[in-house]
């Protein structure tokens, strides 16, 4: 009886791994069209997936930058021009993910912590992978296979689903790992960039307990995934393109909207971060002194208001011209008594500030409550 | 004997411990609601708490806590659909999720700008957009009036407008949200009706109460 029990168990076993190893990648946009039925309803998914994230308003509204990623991703992946559809994703947590038919989502805040084009195509090159590897079908099969013995207890279509945005098994994040690589050099980037985005992403993720879903968080482990690239780009010479100039010049708006964001959501902690960094600062708009001003003010410790007068000051030499600085300064000084300054400020923010600034109506009432 | 006596007793302990009920409609008869901490006059024709809630238990950090509060609630189509909800915050616990404490001194835009992080972090609402924020009066007190919106996973565009004040006693908001397709428009002046009968009451003033023992078996 035990032997019969265990060679049903064997069986089972053997079926999950013939089944998984089944699987193929895609070879081109028309391999796309020869998908099982399977993974037919997992596209289905997919799509209703695509519908909600529109329908609730969570794509980022940016059209030269989201041309800008396709653009990129077409010449990392050409022979699936029109099939790999990418958007930006109106969200601050460091995270990318790319869903089973061929739709890949790119946070903002993420996007706010590349340095250049070489970078961004080391994430979108990982991402794209996912789809042509077909790894949330793969995941699905083995958590299939995995459920006659009870493993889990999370629907199938779910997991395959969560497993996009939240993160794969090690060995499929490996080979998303790899294959991305291998575009990234034949596409004519610098590899030697790869592994800087993931540094500083590491740093940031130590620094601030970062648990939320995260880009590479999950396995292999960030250090272990940075070594892995610096070896790789090792073997290759250096040089290809790195596309700072460009980069930079589409994502500054975003940056800044993202330290917005970011406050906005009281992860000043981020903020502060990211401002204080000079190497991550170079990258940001002047204007980003406002907000680190703002996240010291929320941070609240010892010398915070002095460090944040000081940071408003910043702005308002820099970029003299973005008015919320001016408000900043105007509240400092009430608060600190000092009426004629603060009725200067606020009037220089009227002038700088949209008609319809949200706030206008609060600085005309300090205006009046300082005569 | 035993049983017969055994029973009505059972009787009168079950009936000793219902409770009024949870939802009473609002008629001519009910409409102003006195709390601990405020009064107001309750529209006509809503559905509202019969006395306020006193406690409630939210995640800080993906942890619950049982916080005090005084919160009461009133829906005129269900709670699902619209609802006006009048909360009064203790000052130490006012931005919870935020860890931040509310002071007398604190200017309404900054209570504000903390109530929108606040609700964002609190509900995941990361693409809650602020339409508008000015100034108001509530009750005398410097106040803020913020019209917030966010579209729900069907596409529904919810709005949220809440009236909001800080003082030594706390934070209060009075907030109503509904679907800004047919629900808002038509029962937005019910909303601003109730703001303007709002009332600080003496009890405001009042020590603070003990969490109840049982509803910190949530946590």
Known sequence: ?371 | MKKTFVLPMLLALVGGCAQAPYWTLTDDTNRVLKSTSFEMTMPAGWTRTTTADTWEQIKIDDKPQTLLLESVTASRDGVAIQAITVTRRYADTAFPTLKKKSRADMLPIEAADLYVSELRKRYGLERLRVVSNKPTQINGHQGFELVMEFKNDDGLRIRVVSNGFVDKTGFYTINYRAPVLYYYDRDYADYTKLVRSFRQSKGAFDPPPEIPGWAKLFT
């Open chain 1, 1 to 371: 009886m035990k032997r019969l029990l265990g060679l049903f168990f064997l069986s089972l076993l053997a079926s999950g791994c013939a089944t998984t190893g089944d699987v193929t990648a895609f070879k081109d946009a028309n391999d796309t069209s020869n998908i099982q039925e399977s993974e037919g309803r997992l596209w289905h998914e997919a799509r209703s997936y695509d519908t909600t994230i529109e329908r609730s308003g969570q794509i980022y509204e940016d059209p030269r930058a989201t041309a800008y990623l396709q653009g990129v991703m077409d010449r990392l992946y050409p022979e699936f021009k029109g099939k790999i559809h990418v958007h930006l994703y109106d969200s601050t947590q460091l995270n990318a993910f790319a869903l089973p038919n061929g739709s890949v989502y790119f946070n903002i805040g993420l996007l706010a912590r590349i340095g250049n084009e070489a970078q961004l195509a080391a994430v979108l090159g990982h991402e794209a992978a996912h789809f042509i590897e077909k790894h949330s079908f793969r995941q699905r099969v083995s958590a299939k296979n995995a459920s006659a013995f009870a493993v889990s207890g999370i629907p199938f279509a779910s997991l395959a689903a969560v497993s996009s945005i939240s993160g794969f098994s090690r060995d499929l994040e490996r080979e998303a790992d790899m294959k991305g690589y291998e575009r990234l050099v034949k596409a004519g980037y610098d590899s030697h960039e790869a592994h800087k985005a993931f540094e500083q992403l590491a740093k940031e993720v130590k620094a601030l307990g970062i648990e939320e879903p995260y880009f590479f968080s999950s396995h292999p482990k960030l250090v272990e995934r940075i070594d892995t690239f610096k070896e790789l780009a090792a073997k290759q010479k250096s040089g290809g393109r790195v596309g700072a100039e460009d980069y930079n010049q589409v994502i500054q708006p975003i940056r800044l909207e993202a330290l917005r964001k970011d406050l906005g959501q009281d992860r000043y902690k981020s903020v502060i971060l990211v401002m204080e960094d000079s190497n991550l600062r170079r990258y940001y708009p002047a204007a980003g002194y406002y907000y680190l001003g703002e996240a010291y003010i929320h941070r609240d410790e010892k010398n915070d208001s002095q460090k944040a007068l000081q940071a408003f000051q910043t702005a308002e030499r820099l970029a003299p011209n973005f008015a919320p600085t001016y408000k900043s300064l105007g509240m400092h000084y009430m608060k600190a008594g000092n009426n004629t300054q603060a009725r200067e400020y606020f009037n220089k923010y009227l002038k700088l500030a949209s008609k319809d600034a949200d706030d206008r109506a609060y600085v005309q009432q300090y205006i009046s409550s300082l005569k």
